[in-house]
């Protein structure tokens, strides 16, 4: 067990640095079991933060990339392609309220795919850089 500036970690070490396998609790904020290389975030891995976000996948750097799912408190769900820590590829969202996209992303927005309405409705949508959805003209 290591403890500074009210960080918990256990695991193994390579220079000084958090590196391998091992669990980190963050001052009380974030919560990580998985790979570390250098210090950071790396391999495969599950953190929560202590708004009850979850993510569950791969990171390189400290950040999402590659695969992995993310689920928010609020019941929407992401599962996908990352990278950088944005959504970036092919992916699904799940708003938990019978809605959801299915498509490409770039750089964290939904680029082109189609959005279930839940009600019979299904668009080909996208958003904007503000996060806004909208609907592209076939």
């Known amino acids: 067990l ?12 390579l220079k000084g640095l958090y590196h391998g396998y091992g669990s980190l609790v963050r001052s009380g ?16 891995g599950i953190l929560e933060e202590s708004g009850g ?8 750097a400290g950040e999402p990339h590659g695969s992995g799912q993310q689920a928010d408190p609020n019941g929407v769900v992401y599962s996908g392609a990352w990278r950088q ?6 992916g ?6 019978g809605t959801s996209y299915v498509g ?10 189609r959005y279930d309405w839940g009600d019979g409705r299904i668009t080909r949508s996208y958003q904007q850089q503000d996060g806004q959805w909208r609907d592209r003209s076939e």
């Open 104 to 113: 490409e992303f770039r750089d964290g927005l939904a680029y082109d795919g």
């Open 53 to 60: 976000r979850r993510y569950v996948g791969s990171f390189v």
């Open 85 to 90: 820590g944005l959504r970036h590829g092919m």
């Open 2 to 13: 290591h403890a500074v500036n009210g960080d918990h970690y256990v695991g193994s070490f």
């Open 29 to 44: 904020e974030v919560n990580y079991v998985g790979g570390f290389e250098a210090g950071l975030y790396s391999g495969e």
């Open 92 to 97: 699904s969202i799940d708003f938990g309220d």
